[in-house]
Nanobody, 118 residues
Framework: QLQLVESGGGLVQPGGSLRLSCAASGVTLDYYAIGWFRQAPGKEREGVSCISSSGGSTNYADSVKGRFTISRDNANNTVYLQMNSLKSEDTAVYYC???????????WGQGTQVTVSS
């Protein structure tokens, strides 16, 4: 059973940086595409970024392009989200999601809170 644990969230001032981690256990992430999602209070969950199983393909929401970078370290079964130039509107709970292509089952972590405030 694949389990995902996010970490790295916290309180940061506008313009600051954080690096989120999504660590997997139970199953290797080698064959899973990974997505980062976020949910702000009173809003629906939205996709932030995703990376293919090989790491060769990445995508970003327009709102984070040029500021966030997704990467993966399959040897350590971990995916990262480097967040720079943070804005107050980035405040949300961030979740990672794992899914194997051409399957319907996916997995979620418990989330990590990111708060951008002065």
């Amino acid at each position: 059973q694949l389990q995902l644990v996010e970490s790295g969230g916290g309180l940061v001032q506008p313009g600051g940086s954080l690096r989120l981690s999504c660590a997997a256990s139970g199953v290797t992430l080698d064959y899973y595409a990974i997505g980062w999602f976020r949910q702000a209070p009173g809003k629906e969950r939205e996709g932030v970024s995703c990376i293919s199983s090989s790491g060769g393909s990445t995508n970003y929401a327009d709102s984070v392009k040029g500021r966030f970078t997704i990467s993966r370290d399959n040897a350590n079964n971990t995916v990262y989200l480097q967040m720079n130039s943070l804005k107050s509107e980035d405040t949300a709970v961030y979740y990672c999601n794992a899914k194997r292509p051409f399957t319907t089952r996916d997995y979620w972590g418990q989330g990590t809170q990111v708060t951008v405030s002065s």
